[in-house]
């Protein structure tokens, strides 16, 4: 896009030119990100953009409230002070903070603030190279899989000492620049890590423990590079996400929701029934960050904490599997009506997706996994029978169809969360191409677009390939007769995958 410099502008602003605007902007944070910058253009786009909001700051405009829609407020009748109080007051929407007049930036000095922004961004990187211990060659080896689907999480997880959620995290959030562009402090990291891992720990579960968050974090990162939703996100939505699936079991108990409900446990009581589990790990996790030593967040503005923070709320309450059906329907549903897709709910079933996706990879995954489960459920069990309350489905030990249960699991939970997924990002992506099809973005983090069709029928053929390949592996071992709990194959959790 020509840089429209010159051209003059009142203050009436097109949104066609905001649109320009913000293209121009992300192009020259992207040039940088490549190190291809030509300085004259960039001084010429930045005089072009400090104009263009210097004249929106003379003009006063307000931004849009979208309240409006929520209360039908009339904004020629209702003053801004008082949308803004009755939006935050009865409706969900937080609004950001509007910053006092005076707090104004001088836009004026806007290119020392781009540069000043380049330096710390800078200072950042270098802070954490410097911090980062060297990886043992193993540990670097294994992460060469990370945009693979078959990334095998146990390897890392044996060669990292145990530290797999830990590696998996710092390397995500350096792989999406997210440590630079949200100033998240090394020592934070590494003390949030820290703890997060600790709180997997504390029941010493089978299966909820630090590696199924490094499972899932790393699931979630592979569903939105191989569906394309990547593009279509900001980078505090991609924080989110990956935030979000990293704490998404934090101090699970290894229990299920209805054994705290009918138990009566302490979290039950706290949580009113109400997803006992999720809303402790997110609130736990949250807690975490109230600790300025473990604030990875400490740097984030106030908006874009409310924002991230409402977000990974949403997420991780919708791992409640009780809220599957319902999830899937309204996707559906908005799918069918060509209605435009919410963000946060795309958001949330990809990491629902991420959270049952094992059934969904390669058998060599797929049968550590299940072993692994099945042991919680039936260490469960025990519980209830001890405690002369009925067995849960699926926790008796000596009496469980283990391979009947992961064929109908596959069946009618993982496909159709994972055919659905594939739909969505087709609708979600496909105008991202269309939108980029003109002059050939220059950014390295739109080229892969290009490719994205091919990309998303071979992503579908591939979860596809691997359900059914379990699915026969389940159905021979019926045939075998070793399908059951109490067969010593499924029950040991060893297999010859
Ligand atoms: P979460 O507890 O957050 O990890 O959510 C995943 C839930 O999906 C588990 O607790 C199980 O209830 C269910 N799930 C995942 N994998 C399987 C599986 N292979 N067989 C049966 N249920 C599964
Ligand atoms: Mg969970
Ligand atoms: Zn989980």
Sequence with gaps: MAPQHGKTLNTHISVDTWRSTIILLKRMVQQLEIREVDFDELKRNLEFTASLLEALYTSGTPPSLDADDDLQLRSDVVPVEVRDWLASTFTQRVQPIRQRLEEKPKFRSIVHAVQAGIFVERMFRKAYSTAMPDQPAEVINCLRDLDRWSFDVFSLDAVSSGHSLKTLFIELIIKHHLNSRFKVPISCLMSFLCELERGYSKHTNAYHNHTHAADVTHTVHCLLLRTRVLYWLTELEVLACLFAAAIHDYEHTGNTNNFHINTRSELAMIYNDHSVQESHHVSAAFRLLQDENTNIFINLT????????????????????????????????????????????????????????????????????????????????????????????????????????????????????????????????????????????????????????????????????????????WRDKVKNGVSHSDESETQTGQDTA
């Design 302 to 473: 106030r908006p874009e904490w409310l924002e991230l923070r409402s977000l990974v709320i949403e997420m991780v309450l919708g791992t409640d599997m009780s809220s599957h059906v319902l999830q899937v329907k309204a996707m559906r549903s908005c799918l069918q009506q060509h209605e435009s897709i919410d963000k946060p709910k795309a958001l949330s079933l990809i990491l629902h997706a991420a959270d049952i996706s094992h059934p969904a990879k390669p058998w060599s995954l797929h049968s550590r996994w299940t072993p692994r489960l099945m042991e919680e459920f039936f260490t469960q069990g025990d519980k209830e029978a001890e405690m002369g309350l009925a067995i849960s489905p699926l926790c008796d030990r000596h009496n469980t169809p283990v391979s009947q249960s992961q064929i109908a699991f596959m069946e009618f939970i993982v496909e159709p969360t994972f055919s659905l997924i594939s739909d969505m990002s087709e609708k979600i992506v496909i105008p991202l191409i269309q939108d980029t099809a003109g002059p050939s973005p220059t950014c390295s983090r739109y080229r892969g677009l290009q490719w994205t069709v091919a990309d998303l029928v071979s992503f579908r053929s591939m979860w596809m390939r691997h359900t059914e390949e379990n699915k026969n592996r």
